[in-house]
């Protein structure tokens, strides 16, 4: 089994160019989920990569502080990026700001970081997460060869959530729900556990809130064959801001 996780940029790493872009929409996808397409020349000061997770750091400049979001669609052509929030209240500094913002607002990124996209050698897909990363999962599926086979597990609190993505139809996709996001971390786990684990290789890709991640990687331990490939990493945590949830990376109760 090999893994790789999407996550911060190694502190060593030189800092990079920052993007300043002007916000050009806001759109409501759902009821939790705000469509924020953004763009301007500044886009130059992104550099592309071929994962489907790729994700940036948005700069709030006047707190002084980052928060990570995926690039659902990159348009270098375009020079736009379009990134989904989940709006979950009023707590935090870019969930407020997406539900908030206007074109003309500026919104300076840097990026683009990435460490996953489906394996075409791969037999199938399994797919667990919930909003915060159905971004990625829904830009994976969109990159899927039309016979991929594969399942997808979504937890979302909202009955009327979509996919925003056309899947393959050989994937299976099955929406959890649950009343507030973090209430139930076993959620996925469970119905992972409860569903079929198709015959040779897997490629897994699962994020979402940490300790949800952490009923995963424990559900997995009977599931995973040699051969399979790993995605697994935590994207936000309950109760946690994105700064207390990455320093607690070093500690014990911070690893997935
Ligand atoms: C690689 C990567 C890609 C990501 N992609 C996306 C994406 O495309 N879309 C997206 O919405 N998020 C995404 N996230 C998660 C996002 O970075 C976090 O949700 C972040 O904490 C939001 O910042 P904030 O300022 O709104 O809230 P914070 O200030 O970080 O937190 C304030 C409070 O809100 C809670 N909270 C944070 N996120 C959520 C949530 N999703 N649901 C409910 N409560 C929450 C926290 O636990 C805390 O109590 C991604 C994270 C990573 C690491």
């Not at 996953?116 to 915060?132: I, K, N, Q």
Request: charged share 25%.
């Amino acid at each position: 089994m090999t893994e790789s996780t999407a996550g911060p940029a190694a502190r060593t790493r030189p800092a990079r160019p920052r993007a300043v872009l002007s916000v050009l929409s806001r759109e409501q996808l759902s009821p939790h989920t705000v469509r924020i397409t953004a763009g301007g020349p500044g886009f130059e000061a992104l550099r592309m990569n071929e994962f489907t997770d790729k994700y940036a750091k948005i700069i709030f400049a006047d707190a002084g502080v980052t928060r990570t979001y995926t690039l659902r669609r990159a348009d270098p052509a375009g020079q736009q990026v379009t990134i989904d929030f989940v709006v979950h209240g009023d707590a935090g500094i870019a969930a407020p700001w997406a539900a908030r913002a206007e074109a003309g607002d500026v919104l300076t990124m840097s990026g683009a970081g990435g460490a996953y996209r489906p394996d075409p050698d791969c037999d199938w897909h399994l797919f667990a997460g919930d909003e915060s990363a159905l971004p990625a999962i829904c830009a994976a599926l969109e990159a899927l060869p039309a016979d991929a086979r594969g399942l997808a597990y979504l937890e979302t609190s909202d009955p009327g959530e979509y996919l925003d993505a056309k899947p393959p139809s050989g994937v299976e996709i099955s929406w959890l729900h649950r009343p507030e996001p973090g209430r139930k971390p076993g959620l996925l786990a469970e119905a992972l556990l409860a569903g079929p684990w198709p015959a040779g290789r897997a490629d897994v890709f699962a994020h979402g809130e940490r300790e949800s991640m952490k009923a995963i990687r424990r559900a997995l331990k009977s599931r995973l064959r040699d051969g399979d490939q790993v995605s697994l990493s935590g994207y936000w945590a309950a109760g946690r801001t994105e700064d207390v949830f990455q320093s607690e990376k070093r500690e014990p109760i911070g690893k997935v």
